[in-house]
């Protein structure tokens, strides 16, 4: 069992900047694969990005590519997501994601341990 807690989101400004974090307990954070995805009012939930267990790779969605950043501290069981340039269009609830089953990381169903969510909206 895994129970993951987000933070960190809010209002911004258009090219403004968040980190959201996310924090785990219950089973070995530093063996799992962790990812960031964000859900937008009536759309489907879409990935954003992944880190590997040990740091050693990330991949993103070309969305965001270039401005955010994932990244991890295994010592604080803690996931991060350095939004940079945020743009309206980055407006949606981010949810973190822990315990990757399968090769599809890039969708929701890969994924067996979510967070709660946090509000990220960002105006023009």
């Known amino acids: 069992q895994v129970q993951l807690v987000e933070s960190g989101g809010g209002l911004v400004q258009a090219g403004g900047s968040l980190r959201l974090s996310c924090a785990a307990s219950g089973r070995t954070f530093s063996q799992n694969n962790m990812a960031w995805f964000r859900q937008a009012p009536g759309k489907e939930r879409e990935f954003v990005a992944k880190m590997s267990w040990n740091g050693g790779s990330t991949s993103y969605a070309d969305s965001v590519k270039g401005r955010f950043t994932i990244s991890r501290d295994n010592t604080k069981n803690t996931v991060y997501l350095q939004m940079n340039t945020l743009k309206p269009e980055d407006t949606a609830v981010y949810y973190c994601?822990?315990?990757?089953?399968?090769?599809?990381?890039?969708?929701?169903?890969?994924?067996?341990?979510w967070g709660q969510g946090t509000q990220v909206t960002v105006s023009s």
């Open positions: 994601a822990a315990v990757q089953n399968g090769n599809r990381y890039y969708t929701a169903g890969a994924w067996q341990y």
